[in-house]
């Protein structure tokens, strides 16, 4: 009896230590998280502008110089960009991502991938290590790309993507990511990024006619550029709230779970402790009656 009420009393011990981590992990996260979210909210709509902007300039001048960014070919070789987190203990978060990517590959560029097509450039190392682990083709150039998340860092990610493209090493790149709702909340994504995909036409639209200054040309190879650096940038940040967000879940919610169970091993804990009572307090008055008789 002895033993089992040490046994008990080290299991809420146990509990109890998991439970102070995943509290400060929470707290943790929910401090990062409020400033993840101040980045993303803020970028979003600059972001949203710029890539309609885009979008138009690209639709409004098929065939025109300037415009390598925005051809349209058979699809050979896949480019496809993952992100994910560096660390786990966020839920389904990285599972997730992994999962959406695992089935465009297998819905779109399945032949592709049957030759060894289809390059991931794995953003944050658990969709880089997944992937790598079950012989895709992974690149490790930016999987630590958040021990520094920066303008910079990201946009030499993008410009690579960029040169790749224009040098015909990729034909399409699309980007797998987390889109930051709320704490609680992830959508989860495909996005193109390379071709610049146009906008689609309605019915009886007629051409817009923009006046540029400076010259169409100079404007598209200055601004192209520029926004697909933003567009990725705006999905890594999008990643980065994601990810805080899903962790300070799933940490609310592990230590949720810790406390029903130290509920329910103190109340183990109790009973052995009452049937120990018990069980000495009888062996007490057996010992009486047997002196006394």
């Known amino acids: 009896m002895a033993g089992q009420l040490k046994e008990v009393r080290n299991r809420i011990k146990s509990v109890q230590s998991t439970q102070q981590i995943t509290k400060a992990m929470k707290m943790v996260s929910a401090a990062k998280l409020r400033r993840a979210q101040d980045a ?6 600059y972001a949203r502008k710029l890539q309609e902007v885009l979008s138009n300039i690209v639709s409004n001048s098929e065939g025109e110089a300037g415009m390598k960014l925005a051809v349209e070919r058979p699809v050979e070789k896949v480019l496809m960009i993952v992100i994910t987190s560096d660390r786990g203990l966020c839920g389904a978060f990285n599972a997730n991502v992994i999962k959406l990517a695992k089935a465009t590959i297998a819905e779109k560029y399945a032949a592709q991938q049957k030759k060894g097509n289809v390059t991931i450039w794995g953003i944050g190392k658990k969709g880089y290590e997944h992937f790598l682990k079950n012989k895709y083709k992974a690149t490790d150039t930016y999987k630590d790309l958040f021990h520094h998340l920066t303008f910079e860092n990201v946009q030499q990610a993008s410009q690579a993507a960029m040169k790749a493209f224009e040098e015909k090493q990729f034909d399409v790149a699309e980007i797998v990511y987390s889109q930051f709702k709320n704490a609680a909340t992830q ?13 689609a036409k309605k019915a009886g639209a007629t051409k817009s006619d923009f006046i ?13 550029p520029k926004i697909l650096n933003t567009q990725l940038y705006k999905a ?38 009452q ?16 002196l006394q008789g």
Do not use: C, W
Not at 279 to 285: R, Y
């Open 40 to 45: 993303i909210i803020q970028m979003r709509p």
């Open 187 to 199: 959508k989860f994504e495909v996005e193109r990024f390379l071709p610049i995909p146009k906008v």
């Open 212 to 224: 540029y200054d400076p010259s169409k040309e100079q404007l598209i190879a200055e601004l192209m």
């Open 236 to 273: 890594v940040l999008d990643s980065n709230a994601s990810e805080h967000g899903a962790r300070m879940t799933a940490m609310d919610k592990a230590s949720e779970n810790a406390n029903e169970m130290l509920r329910s091993l103190k109340i183990s804990y109790n009973r052995a402790r």
């Open 275 to 290: 049937a120990a009572i018990t069980t000495e307090l009888t062996e007490i008055v057996s010992g009486a009656a047997a």
